[in-house]
């Protein structure tokens, strides 16, 4: 890990979901066109995104 790139680098992590939750993840990804793998890349990464600009403003 002290050489990785941690910006580039690629993590596979396993995350339990109610079986409601993945239901509307596959909704929302067909509705959309893309995979539900993709989907939660997009909305983990808007979310961190979003946490980041509001603390960016309370400094």
Known sequence: ME??????????????????TVSQLERESTRLGVSRQSLIKIWVTERL??????RKKAV
């Open 3 to 20: 050489h990785a790139d941690l910006d580039t680098a690629v993590f596979r992590v396993n995350v339990d979901f109610p079986a409601w």
């Open 49 to 54: 995104d979003q946490l980041a600009r509001e």
